[in-house]
């Protein structure tokens, strides 16, 4: 990517883990020996071409700033807020004062601590020899698909052909996803994901195939499996 334009990280973690269960917001939750935010800060560490990684954290939170990794020239804690949507767009606006609307941005979940610093690479790559409006990680649909009625009886078999199942990191320009995140809440729509909030903006984003070890820490079993997909990796 031109050298002029910058590379930030968002890492919304403002979430309280209602669907883990558990009485500690899963990103405090150790894996590895260390905690699952620990695991998925150092992985976006290690690209060097990320300027900052900006971290939303909730205003009752008092555990991030004891970790070490929380002094790291290349972390920033801002306010998050009550929904993801609402976490992230805090980051951007913090770097809106810092950045470029031409910069680029990443925004990961904190609950995936697995991902590949060369997934992410290949998705910066893409993105630019495309010269596209932004992209995401995402894995082809692998399984038969079903959609169901409201008593969770078959409705019908859906195609899975050119169905994919959304990632992060999510990269789209600084400026843009503020924009689009923005007219998404002022409409009262809660945008799930960036891609989401791009798209009601009539863009098409880049769907960059990425490992399906990339899982996303959201139920207890999910932990074991992150810490084998680590230790294999």
Same mark, same amino acid.
């Given at each position: ?13 403002? *979430?309280?883990g209602?669907?883990? =269960? ?11 020996g ?13 690209? #060097?071409d ?5 971290v939303?954290i909730?205003?009752?939170? $008092?555990?991030?700033? =004891? ?12 306010? *998050?807020g009550?929904?993801?949507c609402?976490?992230?767009?805090? *980051? ?6 810092? =950045? ?24 910066i ?6 010269d #596209? ?18 008593l969770?009886?078959? #409705? ?13 990191p999510?990269?789209?320009?600084l *400026?843009?996803?503020? $924009? #689009?995140?923005?007219?998404a ?10 891609a ?16 399906y ?15 084998l ?5």
């Amino acid at each position: 990517m031109n050298n002029s334009v910058r590379i930030w990280c968002v890492v919304p973690a403002a *979430g309280v883990g209602k669907r883990f =269960g558990s009485s500690m917001p899963k990103q405090y939750l150790e894996l590895n020996g260390k905690t699952v935010v620990e695991n998925t800060l150092e992985r976006l560490l290690e690209l #060097a071409d990320i300027a900052q990684v900006i971290v939303a954290i909730s205003p009752e939170d $008092k555990r991030f700033q =004891g970790l070490k990794i929380a002094t790291h020239s290349r972390i920033k804690a801002v306010t *998050g807020g009550n929904e993801r949507c609402h976490s992230v767009l805090n *980051g951007l606006r913090y770097l809106s004062e810092v =950045g470029d609307a031409q910069d680029w941005v990443l925004v990961h979940d904190v609950a995936r601590p697995c991902v590949r610093s060369a997934d992410i690479g290949k998705l910066i790559d893409q993105v630019d020899q495309f010269d #596209a409006v932004g992209g995401i990680l995402a894995n082809p649909v692998r399984d038969t698909m079903k959609r169901a009625n409201r008593l969770n009886q078959i #409705a019908e078999t859906v195609d899975r052909e050119q169905l994919w199942h959304a990632l992060t990191p999510q990269l789209f320009r600084l *400026g843009a996803l503020r $924009k #689009a995140i923005e007219a998404a809440l002022a409409e009262g729509v809660m945008v799930t994901d960036e891609a989401g909030a791009m798209e009601r903006m009539g863009h098409q984003p880049l769907l960059v195939e990425g490992h399906y070890d990339n899982i996303k820490i959201t139920h207890p079993q999910d932990l074991p499996l992150a810490a084998l997909f680590m230790q294999q990796q």
